[in-house]
């Protein structure tokens, strides 16, 4: 499982060491997510703080040899569900200190055991250069940190991806920064290096993170990635070919990529399905380039039925043309059912990756240029079939043609796995969603309770729609029926579109509406503002006001007829 950064966040203790605990914001409090934290505390009496956070795991601890000391710990924590969105470390016996610290979110990290490896060092005041070396077993991401405790000072020329650092301005107190290598790198010799502002003393560590595993569903190997001498057939070690409909198909080697290739008659089908029995949840990750031709069916299956040809399943016909990916669901009749589509803008020859999961009822697909980096932070589809499910079946391709001629469809690079990951980037809402009732197709619909939201909706950073307040309803909406809204509507702030429009006041409604039927308005309406008559005059023979100014200029007109 490849491992992703997630967020970084700093924190410090007050500047005349009157704290006795030091607290920072956690980059993440998504369950699985691994966050460490480093932190440089000194205490001018030369006293170790010696830090404590149960809910943590002290990885290991480093003091240099300077006056005062500064004392540098780094910890980790696997994110648990319900975890508070803040941690704090506190003194033994109460010692006040100061201190800086820097946490870092990762994940994909496993979760048993996270840490691979770990060093720490101690720096001595002689150079402004800073080094720390590891050599790791293993491949891994590696992250280190420095310290010093000049005021101020700050880290500059990172020799990797600087993820944060919290600095002090008063001379005496500790300044940390922490980075990582941004990416799994090959055991062996590993160094990180800095440069701070002086030549004080300092501490520092480093750090290589473990993968997290991902079983493979493939029966041969972790990975398939089609290797060997152009027009080989493939072996039936990991697939399976399943259809034959027509003569003249094959599956062959060509470029190091798999080649399905049809018959020249129309119609003609070759499906290859993983050789492995029928399997309900898994994710698939794969290489295809994007045919020449527009008159072929290239699709992958997920839960499809054993001959992958339509008897069963959800397909995703990977578009001819790069324009679009269609998502789908065959039902045992041969009768397909496109559920959602995505359109890109993708051309003929490029080599794209798509990452396919399917668990439970929901369904979901990204997919990118194979040459770029994944985009990791929200999926292209991700549709939930509330519909009757195939729940188990085969996974595998096929390609067939819609016009006379052999169609050929590269595949790459493919593996079924049992987890989704990367995962999807969590949302995080603000306010409370409180409700009551019950939601029932063709009967009353009753919604009771509040919504109250906070914070700002910005469409695309065009301009912040901001909403405050609350709305409480109660009554029901029935179709074909009485529509009934009772209780207030109270909001406040301001909407923006081009200009600012604003409401004030309050609206009072009781009685119903309905359709087809009399209309009633009843309750109260209290404006702000004056209320200029412009007019007097007779309607309909009687005394009454025509027309009234309300709020700005604009014509209220009241019309009835006797009877």
Excluded at 414 to 419: A, I, K, M, Q, R
Aim: net charge positive; proline share 4%; with cysteine.
């Amino acid at each position: 499982m490849a491992i992703t950064f997630i967020a970084a966040t700093t924190a410090l203790t007050a500047t005349t060491k009157v704290d006795t605990t030091i607290t920072c914001t956690l980059p993440s409090t998504v369950a699985g997510d691994v966050v460490v934290a480093w932190i440089d505390a000194i205490d001018t009496s030369g006293v170790n703080p010696a830090l404590t956070n149960s809910a943590w795991t002290l990885v290991g601890t480093v003091a240099d040899v300077g006056t005062p000391t500064p004392y540098g710990s780094l910890w980790y924590r696997v994110i648990q569900p319900g975890d508070a969105s803040t941690a704090v470390w506190t003194s033994t016996g109460a010692v006040t200190f100061l201190g800086a610290m820097v946490m870092s979110a990762y994940r994909g990290v496993d979760n048993t055991a996270p840490v691979l490896q770990s060093f720490f060092d101690t720096l001595v005041a002689t150079t402004t250069a800073r080094s720390v070396a590891m050599t790791t077993s293993a491949s891994a991401w590696v992250l280190s940190g420095f310290s010093d405790k000049t005021a101020g000072v700050a880290f500059s020329s990172p020799s990797h991806t600087l993820r944060g650092q919290a600095r002090q301005l008063t001379n005496g107190l500790p300044t940390v920064m922490l980075q990582d290598s941004n990416g799994a790198v090959a055991a062996g010799a590993q160094t990180h290096t800095a440069v701070g502002a002086s030549t004080s003393v300092a501490n520092s560590f480093m750090l290589a993170l473990k993968p997290a595993t991902q079983a493979s569903l493939m029966p041969g190997g972790v990975q398939d990635s089609f290797t060997g001498s152009n027009g080989t057939t493939l072996a039936n070690t990991n697939w399976a070919i399943t259809t034959s409909e027509g003569s003249g198909y094959s599956w062959t080697i060509q470029g190091n990529q798999a080649r399905l290739t049809t018959g020249t008659a129309v119609n003609n089908r070759i499906s290859v399905r993983v050789n492995r029995a029928t399997l309900a949840d898994g994710e698939a990750v794969f290489d295809w380039v994007v045919p020449a031709s527009s008159t072929m069916y290239p699709a992958f299956y997920a839960r499809a039925g054993s001959a992958l040809n339509g008897d069963g399943g959800y397909y995703f016909l990977l578009n001819s043309t790069g324009g679009q990916i269609v998502m789908g669901k065959w039902v045992p009749n041969y009768t397909g059912n496109d559920l959602s589509t995505v359109s890109y803008s993708f051309t003929v020859g490029n080599i794209m990756r798509t990452r396919v999961a399917v668990f439970g009822s929901r369904i979901r697909m990204r997919t990118w240029l194979a040459s770029n980096s994944e985009p990791t932070g929200v999926w292209d589809m991700d549709f939930t079939d509330s519909g009757t499910q195939p729940t188990t079946g085969y996974w595998g391709f096929t390609n067939a043609a819609q016009t006379s001629g052999s169609k050929n469809f590269f595949i790459d690079n493919f593996n079924l796995l049992d987890t989704i990951t990367p995962s999807q980037q969590s949302i995080t809402v603000g306010g409370t969603i409180s409700m009551a009732g019950a939601l029932i197709k063709q009967v009353p619909k009753a919604f009771a309770g509040s919504i109250t939201m906070s914070g700002v909706y910005s469409k695309i950073k065009v301009v912040s729609r901001i909403f405050g307040g609350s709305i409480t309803m109660a009554g029901a909406l029935k179709r074909n029926a009485a529509k009934s809204l009772g209780g207030s509507i109270t909001p406040s702030g301001v909407v923006k579109r081009n200009v600012t429009k604003k409401l004030t006041g309050s609206i009072t409604m009781t009685g119903s509406f309905g359709r087809r039927a009399r209309k009633v308005f009843s309750g109260s309406i209290t404006p702000t503002g004056a209320t200029v008559i412009t007019y007097v005059g007779r309607v309909f023979g009687y005394p009454g006001i025509l027309v009234m100014r309300v709020f700005k200029p604009g014509d209220l007109r009241i019309r009835f007829r006797r009877g």
